[in-house]
């Protein structure tokens, strides 16, 4: 078995480099279900959720209107971007039919992935429980993605996860070297 080795910057396994272990372990969940997905793309992309954000003053020494940089633009990049196969997603554990059934709470209870109905892609956020660093960010970042860009990313802690839909990947079931076995 590979182990996951510590980089400089985050982790890396099979030659992948990843920012946290929980990618790692939910991209051992991806590989499960890979047959249900077209594709599976890990930070494919960045996305500028509110622009940078200028204010025009007057500049008496050039006696003209000049516009002044105010505010960053606010940006996001997800962990995973699924993309579903219709015809075979409906069978996995942990995914189901939502066409139907469409009710966010599910989701906020971890049991299943979340996908736009109408193009059957996830966008999904790695966290690693509870963590001091960048947790309160989260939320707020996921509002306002919901709000402008009509983007739901879904929140998960892969052993949260795991547990809540009762099923652990095969690797996941390893320690992170490899050869003893996980205490779940």
């Known amino acids: 078995m590979d182990k996951i ?12 480099k990843y920012r946290s272990k929980e990618e790692i372990y939910f991209s051992w969940y991806l590989d499960d279900i890979k047959d249900k997905t077209k594709s599976i793309k890990y930070e494919p992309f960045s996305m500028e959720v509110i622009p940078k954000k200028t204010k025009e003053f007057f500049d008496l020494k050039k ?3 000049r516009d002044c940089f105010f505010l960053n633009k606010l940006s996001y990049t997800p962990d995973f971007v699924i993309e579903w196969n219709y015809e075979t997603m409906f069978s996995k554990q942990g995914i189901k039919d939502l066409w139907c059934e469409y009710d966010i709470r599910r989701f906020k209870d971890k049991k299943e992935i979340y996908y736009d109905n109408l193009e059957y892609i996830s966008y999904i956020e790695i966290k690693g429980g509870h963590s001091k660093h960048n947790t309160n960010l989260f939320p707020v970042k996921q509002k306002i993605i919901y709000d402008r860009l009509g983007i739901y990313v879904q929140k998960i802690v892969p052993k949260n996860f795991f547990k809540a839909i009762n099923y652990y990947p095969e690797r996941y079931l390893l320690t992170d070297g490899g050869q003893k076995k996980r205490k779940l």
Do not use: C, L, R, T
Request: glycine share 14%.
């Open 63 to 65: 006696d003209k209107n």
């Open 5 to 16: 080795i510590k980089e400089e910057v985050g982790y890396s396994y099979q030659g992948e």
